[in-house]
């Protein structure tokens, strides 16, 4: 937000970022349409953990950068604190859904704030595997106490919100999947791309390919996102599921091409779902040995530490949206 003082414009901004809770027995999340690329159906949330930023903006508080004025200031700190009030009276099943609580609940406390930006970052967990029955080591099961920690990709959200007279109004959003670690060993190739004297890529028709990979979405309607019936909700396991399930059924001649299938799929599958971004980041390993015995029995390893990085936004044509 800006503000006008002394022949200065401004824009101002502060907050509380990389709060963490862990919230046990969060209602669970049930209603979610299945797709052909996932078993993934719901979950339930016996552990919510969430890492919280909160980015505060509005001219309140300009007289504490300009004259030391703290009087409209809320202490960075009663912000990690209130995140953890809330963390505990959310009733709802969703990360989208916990930001959106939290954000409305913190402009209707401080009136001084004219909008803020949230965004929490999924702090993955998995049941661990433990015998089924007492003393049974032939079968197991998911824990329902016992989680471990997961260090790959997470789900993650963002949702901005201000002011529209005496209500509050959701803005701007963005909910992704973040940090894949995907490599294929075969059904990816690279060729025919320019050659001058600056190359000295080889042409592969089929290599491994290992990427990183972010994706995020927007809803056309965010009613979808925050309803509580979770029908047209978008869970970020069902878009990881289907990126990998792309990738692994579809011979790509490069990262472009890849990307844009898996586009084109979650836009096909989510009518909800109002535009797709990915970026990629390219870390296929350098071919090494190839044995003689069998061609496709190869070693490789880590490239050149500069890393290709392809991006790609697909949105619908007015003519493609679907009614929500």
Do not use: C
């Amino acid at each position: 937000m800006s503000g006008a003082s002394d022949g200065y414009t401004y824009d101002i901004s502060y907050g509380k970022a990389r709060v963490p809770f862990y919230r046990a027995y969060a209602q669970p999340l049930r209603g979610v349409a299945p797709i052909p690329e996932s078993t993934f159906t719901g979950r339930e949330n016996i552990l919510f953990g969430v890492e919280v930023d909160i980015e505060v903006f509005g001219r309140n508080f300009l007289r504490a950068y300009t004259e030391g004025d703290n009087a409209n200031v809320v202490a960075t700190d009663s912000m990690k604190n209130f995140v953890f009030r809330q963390a505990l009276a959310y009733e709802g099943a969703t990360l989208e859904g916990f930001l959106d609580f939290l954000g409305r609940q913190m402009l209707a406390t401080y009136a001084q704030m004219e909008a803020l930006r949230v965004t929490g970052r999924e702090l993955a967990f998995a049941p661990a595997l433990v015998p089924a029955g007492l003393g049974d080591v032939a079968a197991f099961g998911p824990s329902n106490v016992l989680f471990r920690r997961e260090h790959g990709d997470h789900a993650t959200a963002m949702l901005e919100l201000g002011r529209d007279g005496d209500g509050v109004v959701l803005t701007r959003h963005r909910s992704g999947q973040v940090g894949f670690e995907l490599l294929k060993v075969t059904g990816s190739a690279f060729t025919h791309f320019v050659r001058d004297g600056y190359t000295t890529l080889p042409e592969r028709v089929d290599r491994p390919l290992y990427i990183t990979m972010d994706i995020h979405w927007r809803y056309a309607d965010p009613i979808d996102m925050l309803a509580a019936d979770h029908a047209r909700y978008i869970p970020a396991e069902q878009v990881r599921d289907l990126a990998q399930v792309v990738f692994h059924e579809f011979v790509s001649e490069s990262i472009q091409h890849l990307v844009h299938r898996m586009g084109q799929r979650l836009l096909e599958r989510f009518p909800q779902m109002a535009e797709v971004s990915f970026a990629a980041r390219n870390q296929t390993p350098d071919p090494l040995a190839i044995s003689d015995a069998e061609a496709r029995v190869k070693v490789y390893s880590s490239p050149f530490p500069a890393l290709g990085l392809i991006e790609l936004t697909m949105r619908r044509d007015d003519g493609q949206r679907a009614a929500p």
